[in-house]
């Protein structure tokens, strides 16, 4: 049976599927050397560099997180090193989410986590929330994008966003999962997640033009944000945690709204809902696992989320071993389109004669062709779940290649770009010298959930997860009570071996 059907049947801690990426990362290990991804999966054979990278990479990655938070209030910076960054109220969701991997792995004992986690969440709870343009962190709720460091009132210009207010709650939420002793302080971790949860006030967020979508933001200068949540995206978590809210729910057609704006892309032979870069992929993901359960809209399709996600790291590895636009060393295992840095500094678009390269950009890949030559590491490193067999090779090969121009003191750096001219150093290309949070905290996490499952098997738990699911229309899998499995594995034994490369 074709391989990468035998692998969406099986859990994973199954050793046939750690052989056969050990392995691949052992044919890895000659720099230049391309193959097909089935090529690359031998029989089992013991190799010694994957546990000790991904230990790394956990160990690392964690270590950003827990070393440049402000400890006094928990806040984040949104990259580092970078003096005056400010805080990104997505990376401590991130990083609340990370305090109990650190626990669980002896990074840090429980007791730091615990006081790190307190000191968070009381901090958001006390935090000042008002429609006043200075001296908030928030209002209705939600909370601003960015804040600053020390005071955590909201930074310059910075949005109160739906989205990232999202990304915040579900650390919140893994955090009021983990602590479930009886201490006074884990009881009172558990209270203020409640607390700040049960705050959002999500239906003041709908969208002005396309009610009952979810609007992206809304600033005290300007009012609501234009834009809103349709289309495919990292926004599906910000859907389930409004609709899973007891107290300020959103209608339940705003699920049917949101995936009505769905775009199914069959054109470059993955048939998947369509998100171009990535970490639209991967965020959702990070917290709720997918396999197994279905709304409507995948019911239709005969697949879930999670083989969608899958699909995607395929088509994003296969766009970029096409290389249609010529980008120095795209090939099987240099791949990974997503947001992230780019060679250029913000604000450098079209100061420069070559207009090819950008700055921070949703790279992906797609019809709409945003690639400027640049690869993300997240991309790989959030995608472990979904394509092991192609994304730990990746990872292994990142490190063994480009050594500590990409890997550092807080695991791998952002992003690389080998087209990019007039770099100083022995490589030929762009190498970023800053760690972004939000780049981070999917690689921690989802390395994590591939080889443990500890996110998941927190968020499961969640009362507010699962109504917001069973609200959205899901249903199957572990919803029911079910061993979790994909949705068409069924389907995808029963079906004809695809070609070489290609998933179920």
């Given amino acids: 049976m074709h391989f990468l059907k035998l692998s969406r049947l099986r859990h994973w801690s199954s050793g046939l599927l750690l052989a056969l990426v050990i392995g691949a990362c ?254 639209g992929h991967q965020y959702s993901h990070v917290w709720i696992d997918f396999r197994g359960i279905q709304d409507a809209y995948m019911r239709a399709k005969r697949i879930d989320y999670f083989i969608n996600s899958t699909r995607a790291t395929y088509a994003n590895r296969a766009y970029c071993v096409e290389n249609p636009s010529k980008w120095t060393g795209y090939d099987a295992q240099i791949w990974g389109l997503s947001a992230s840095d780019g060679p250029l500094k913000v604000g450098d678009e079209g100061a420069i004669p070559d207009d090819r390269f950008h700055a921070y950009w949703a790279r992906g890949a797609g019809p709409d062709r945003r690639d400027d030559g640049t690869i993300a590491v997240t991309a790989a490193g959030g995608s472990v779940p979904f394509a092991p067999e192609l994304a730990i090779p990746t990872l292994h090969y990142f490190r063994l290649r480009f050594g500590d121009q990409l890997y550092g003191k807080y695991g791998f750096k952002d992003a690389f770009n080998l087209s990019f001219p007039g770099s100083p150093s022995h490589e030929p290309g762009w190498f970023a010298d800053q760690y972004v949070a939000i780049d981070q905290g999917p690689i921690l996490l989802m390395v994590e959930n591939f080889r443990t499952e500890r996110i998941w098997t927190l968020m499961k738990r969640n009362p507010y997860i699962r109504r917001g699911l069973v609200r959205a229309g899901f249903t199957g899998g572990w919803l029911d009570g079910k061993p979790v499995t994909s949705a068409a594995t069924s389907l995808a034994v029963s079906a004809a071996a695809p070609p070489s490369g290609e998933p179920p």
């Fill in 26 to 279: 052992a044919a890895l290990g000659t720099p230049g050397k391309t193959q097909p991804v089935v090529a690359l999966l031998p029989p089992a054979i013991t190799h010694p560099a994957l546990p000790p990278l991904l230990d790394d990479i956990e160990r690392r990655s964690f270590d950003f997180f827990w070393e440049t938070a402000n400890p006094a209030n928990g806040l984040v910076p949104d990259r580092f090193p970078r003096p005056g960054a400010p805080a990104s109220i997505a990376a401590v969701g991130f990083a609340l989410t990370a305090y109990p991997i650190g626990a669980e792995r002896g990074y840090i004992t429980r007791p730091q986590a615990r006081q790190r986690t307190l000191a968070t969440v009381r901090f958001f709870r006390d935090a000042p929330q008002g429609p006043r343009a200075g001296g908030t962190t928030g209002y209705k709720g939600f909370f601003y994008h960015f804040l600053d460091m020390r005071t955590g009132y909201r930074a310059p210009g910075s949005e109160l966003s739906t989205i990232d207010t999202a990304l915040l709650m579900a650390g919140v939420l893994s955090s009021g999962a983990f602590f479930q002793d009886g201490s006074a302080t884990d009881r009172s971790i558990r209270q203020l997640a409640r607390q700040l949860y049960e705050r959002v006030d999500w239906p003041w967020a709908y969208s002005r033009r396309h009610p009952p979508l979810l609007g992206m933001g809304w600033t005290p200068e300007a009012g609501f944000i234009a834009a809103d949540w349709q289309g495919y995206n990292e926004a599906m978590l910000l859907y389930v945690l409004a609709l899973g809210s007891t107290t300020h729910p959103i209608k339940e057609q705003a699920w049917k709204a949101w995936i009505s704006t769905y775009r199914w892309d069959e054109s470059d032979g993955f048939p998947r809902v369509a998100f171009d870069p990535l970490f």
